[in-house]
């Protein structure tokens, strides 16, 4: 089964097994008796591999035109995680915004301001208290008739809260989190869609302890732009920016221009991108041979009739 935000209110269907895997953010074509016909193409989509040791790519939201990233300046403030949402965001072309939460209990909001300005001066930073409508309304331009928002984000750092404050109405489940260490548990437990007053779409998502990605090199690329800029420089193609001569990277580094977190963080995910793409392709293989055996035998069974 199937929710489904319609022109005519929520409505439900039932999958078949000639249905596509669908995304939350889908637009799909029914006909007068809310029957499935087809789906509409995706501009947009935001995946992952999924969490845990299963060898699998989840979907987490499609034709998404702005996505919020949602970091709270507390003992959570992490700029290692935010650039991985962000290389996700990248890779799918959607707008990011970075939101900050937490905002009245915050002592240095503009020192962290700087910290993420300084990953990319370009990069739109919004401070807000989640609680406070007026401080929430600065998201209003991007939350617009025609326009779909989708937050992402740890669990904890007040994604449901934010989302009930923009709503006007209690839409979201909401829980405290814990003082000592700012760690939250899941409060949404699935995605969802929801109407705002404006007419446009908001797409929530369950806080992701985990966000392993995969295929996504041109995100990652784009996120660490200034990187791979100057790896372009280095004197070796196959330079790992450790100690090689020649590394334009390192010399970035040693001139104060980049710093070590950065390029750490962007080798990291790199790594990770790439194992996780090749563990997914070397399994659709599998899956293919696998299937190439199924019908053979199928065949051979027929035959023997």
Same mark, same amino acid.
């Given at each position: ?42 501009f947009s989509l935001f995946s992952r591999k999924a969490a845990g040791t ?73 401070? /807000? ?7 929430? *309304? ?32 209690? /839409? ?106 090749? *563990? ?19 065949? *051979? ?5």
């Amino acid at each position: 089964m199937i929710h489904l935000q319609t022109s005519e209110g929520k409505r439900s269907i039932h999958i078949s097994k000639s249905m596509p895997v669908f995304a939350v953010g889908d637009w799909i074509v029914l006909d007068s008796a809310y029957s499935f016909i087809r789906p509409l193409d995706r501009f947009s989509l935001f995946s992952r591999k999924a969490a845990g040791t299963k060898v699998s790519s989840q979907l987490i939201a499609s034709n998404i035109d702005t996505v919020f990233i949602v970091n709270s300046m507390n003992q959570d403030f992490n700029l290692n995680r935010i650039e991985r949402y962000l290389a996700l965001a990248n890779e799918a072309g959607v707008d990011p915004v970075i939101v900050l939460t937490k905002l009245d209990v915050c002592e240095n909001p503009d020192q962290l301001f700087e910290q993420i300005k300084g990953m990319a001066s370009f990069l739109e930073v919004i401070a /807000v208290n989640c609680l406070d409508a007026e401080s929430a *309304s600065q998201l209003d331009a991007r939350c617009v008739e025609g326009k779909t928002v989708a937050f992402l984000g740890s669990s904890g750092v007040g994604k449901s809260t934010l989302i009930n404050t923009l709503m006007g109405e209690h /839409v979201q489940n909401t829980k405290a989190i814990r003082e000592d260490d700012a760690k939250g548990r899941h409060t949404t437990t699935s995605r969802s869609i929801h109407i705002l007053p404006s007419g446009g779409l908001l797409l929530d998502t369950p806080g992701m302890r985990a966000l392993q990605l995969a295929n996504c090199e041109q995100g990652i690329e784009e996120t660490f732009s200034e990187i791979s800029e100057l790896a372009n420089r280095c004197r070796f193609k196959d330079c790992q920016h450790e100690n090689e001569p020649g590394c334009a990277v390192r010399a970035a580094i040693e001139a104060g221009n980049i710093g070590e977190r950065r390029l750490s963080n962007y080798i990291k995910l790199m790594k990770e991108q790439e194992l996780n793409a090749a *563990s997914l392709a070397e399994k659709r293989s599998k899956d293919r041979e696998f299937g190439r055996h199924i019908h053979t035998y199928k065949k *051979s069974k027929l035959g023997k009739k």
